[in-house]
């Protein structure tokens, strides 16, 4: 079992594209196996993962099992939702679950600091000093997700550029990151500070670390691709780096054509195989299946 984030405080760097067409092709390698895939939104502009499925989430969000006013179970039946959508004409995808966002995420993180606030102040006014035991935004996070780790084999946070509250959160419920990029300055200059902020919360006791770096909307003809190239790989991501996803009409376009990622619009473009790759690299590193990828 393994959690993974997409993450990056760059916009525009493919995060939900890349989560989404990750999601996909884990779930394509583990249901044979008998395994299942969830793809978290915790983007409170919402449903990004599930409208690039061509899904309608309708009143589902996270954070109902995040405010905790309702028991897991009940919380996990009514807002995870299955991304296959073969018996209605779409694409089929056995194995692959969503679990949207709203703006209702928002009031649900206002609650949880609020909530760990009153508790904090009970424990204080009792007397009690063992502050490390004390709870956090984060312990109530990873306790409230934590259930969901015993239905998925797989779990996909598709987080926003800005994670303010949730960022211990997330990187004390992840065992890894996954980190799209521009080959650009200021998306370059942006990765780079994400990366310093995952260092400092492991020097807080998290395990989180940048697994992958992944190249997006890359075009191999500019002198700056290669040059950004080469700075990532000075500054020790070589290893980690899967093949550039190239800049492409067909990525953006495939959600609009029914709601498909590149892996089902055009499984034999450079970009549906370049992430292909980044899926392999996964598979291979959880234990997961045979390589797809030639």
Request: net charge neutral; aromatic share 6%.
């Amino acid at each position: 079992m393994a959690i993974l984030s997409v993450e990056n405080r760059a916009g525009g760097v493919a995060k939900t594209t890349t989560a989404t067409v990750l999601g996909l092709g884990l779930a394509r390698k583990l249901v044979p196996l008998g395994g299942k895939v969830l793809i978290i939104d915790l983007d409170p502009q919402g449903d990004s993962a599930a409208t690039m499925f061509g899904l309608r989430p309708g009143p589902r969000c996270v954070s109902r099992l995040l405010d905790g006013q309702i028991d897991i179970r009940t919380a996990v039946r009514q807002n995870v939702m299955s991304a296959d959508r073969e018996a209605e004409g779409g694409p089929s995808r056995p194995g692959l679950y969503v679990l949207p966002a709203s703006d209702r995420l928002v009031e649900a993180k206002t609650s949880m600091v609020e909530e760990v606030g009153r508790e904090v102040q009970r424990l204080l006014g009792s007397g009690r000093t063992d502050y490390h035991h004390f709870p956090t935004i984060a312990s109530l996070f990873v306790q409230r997700l934590s259930p969901l780790t015993k239905i998925f084999d797989f779990i996909i946070l598709d987080c926003p550029p800005t994670l303010d509250a949730f960022q211990q959160a997330v990187h004390s419920f992840a065992d890894a990151a996954i980190v799209p990029t521009q080959l650009d300055f200021k998306s370059a200059r942006a990765t780079f500070k994400h990366a310093q902020g995952i260092i400092a919360d492991q020097q807080n006791g998290i395990d989180c670390h940048v697994a992958y770096l992944v190249p997006v909307m890359v075009d191999p003809r500019l002198n700056l691709t290669q040059a950004m190239m080469e700075r990532f790989q000075k500054e020790g991501y070589a290893r980690r780096m899967s093949l550039p996803i190239p800049r492409s009409v067909r990525v953006s376009e495939a959600p609009a054509r029914g709601g498909q990622t590149i892996l089902e619009y055009e499984p034999t473009h450079p970009a549906a195989l370049a992430y292909q790759q980044l899926i392999d690299m996964v598979a291979a590193d959880y234990s997961i299946g045979e390589p797809a990828y030639v």
